[in-house]
Each structure stands twice: as C-alpha cells, then as structure tokens.
C-alpha cells in the first residue's frame, strides 16, 4: 500500500495475505448467534467480510443432511469458508474437527484453530494449542491461531509455522474491548504473518483501536449479533476497521504532555 503524502485509501488496494489467500476487507465474521438465517446473510453482506468463519462443531455444512445448511446461505463461492474449532477442549478433538471440515469442503485447508481451556471463561489453553497447532502444519492445514496475548506464545506458533496469530482483545463473547494493548503492540511488532485480534470486540471504537495499532484484521462475532440491530452493527465494523486501518497508516500525531496552539501566535491581523 503506499502511504505518500497525496494518496487516498482504497481497501481494494490494500490487500493482505494469509496463508496462499489474499484479500481485501480485513473484517472477518462469524455466523453464530443471530436468529435465523436470513439475518446472518444480511449481516454478513453487510460487514463486506470475504472470509467468514464457521463452527464445524455445532453448525451444519452438509455432515446432517436432513437439516438446514449453512453454506446454501453463505456460498463458498462467494466467500472464503473458515472453519473453526469452536467447543474443543483438547488437541485430538480439534484435530479431528479440521480433518472433518476438509472432507466437507472438499480438500479446504485453511482452518481457525482453537483449543480452549476452561468452560466458564473459554482461555485458551495454550499447550494443547501448540499440540494441536503442529499436528495440522504437519497434515498440511493452513492454520490461524487463537492464543493468548502472550508475546512468546505468539513466536513460537508462528516459528512452527501458523499462518497468522489471533490474540484475544478480551474473553470471547465479553464485549469488554482490548483490555492490554501494550501486549497486542508487541505481538504485531515481532510478527511477520498476519496478527488479527480475535475476541473480546464490544463496538466499532474497539475495532477502530485494534487496527490503529496495526492489526492486519479484526475477526468478531458476538459483538455484531449481539447488537441490537445485527445488520447496521455489520456496516459500523465494516467502517469503523476501514478508518482504523486509515489511521494506522496515516500516522497519528504525537502525544504530548502539555498543550501545542494549533494555530499560529505570531502574525495576528488585529493585537
């Protein structure tokens, strides 16, 4: 992207690759929690989101037959599906969920993993994760990564060969924001893959804040079908990581502890 003096943004110019993809909005939702079908559609077409992540283990892409399916809403024509492993608490179930979701989407190797840790707060647990995350670079998955917002954590999944680093802003489903940015800064810092804030988005100010620090993307869920109206919530996420995204690369001005006149004190055509 180039960031001259003079330049305009454009988000179809300013694209970002994940694995062998690559893509132009750096919103990513989920499909979860909205009431019915129709309206996750619109939310998603809303958002402008191209890679829409989906839970293999509680929602139907064709392993049930004789129930709704999933992608006869969100086509993966259109889309890029991004199965997740949502619900697992131990590495071989997550395992398992990516190897089942390749079998339904025809050989798709890109998958969100996710190992959590406990039912009452969903952490990460970070071992199985690293177990989890070697078997399927090793199977040949292309993998995005939940994690903590541990620095070290996010090197070693990266050296290992994880396709992008997701750290939590916040516990899934909190809505309370990104609750440690100086962490969230050293992650993207250090990283050379794509660093997307994955959980803990409350409103678009909260995705504004994750994308002036650098994040290549923002993924959510709950903050948008939780929404009193899901749909406009979508378009505010869509604006709120397009003018984050913006700002980054715009270069915010300096904090400074007392105050600069932003107009001249010299030069005054009356005294």
């Excluded at 690559?22 to 079908?37: N, P």
């Excluded at 996750?40 to 989906?54: F, K, L, P, Q, W």
């Amino acid at each position: 992207m180039n960031t001259t003096n003079n330049t305009l943004y454009s988000p179809a110019d300013d694209k970002f690759t994940i694995g062998s993809r690559t893509f132009s909005s750096r919103l990513l939702v989920g499909t979860g929690k909205y009431k019915d079908l129709a309206q996750t559609d619109a939310a998603i077409s809303a958002s402008g989101s191209e890679i829409v992540t989906v839970a293999i283990r509680r929602t139907n892409i064709g392993q049930h037959k004789d129930e709704p399916n999933l992608l006869d809403v969100i086509s993966p024509t259109k889309y890029t599906i991004l199965p997740n492993t949502a619900g697992c608490f131990d590495a071989e179930s997550a395992v398992r969920t990516c190897q089942l979701a390749r079998e339904l989407l025809d050989g798709h190797n890109l998958v969100k993993l996710e190992v959590l840790g406990d039912e009452n707060t969903l952490y990460p647990n970070v071992t199985a994760t690293l177990s989890a995350a070697r078997t399927l670079i090793d199977d040949g998955f292309d993998v995005m990564v939940y994690t903590s917002d541990d620095p070290i954590v996010a090197q070693e999944l990266e050296s290992m060969g994880c396709v992008a680093i997701m750290p939590l802003g916040s516990l899934i489903g909190s809505g309370l924001g990104l609750l440690n940015r100086h962490t969230l800064s050293i992650i993207i810092e250090n990283a050379k893959v794509p660093v997307l804030v994955d959980a803990g988005v409350g409103t678009a100010s909260d995705a504004a804040i994750a994308m002036e620090l650098g994040c290549d993307g923002v993924l959510m869920n709950s903050a948008i079908a939780y929404a009193q109206h899901p749909v406009l919530m979508a378009q505010a996420m869509k604006n709120a990581v397009i003018a984050g995204r913006q700002a980054f690369l715009a270069g915010r001005m300096p904090m400074r502890k007392m105050a600069v006149a932003s107009s001249p004190q010299t030069g005054y055509f009356f005294r």
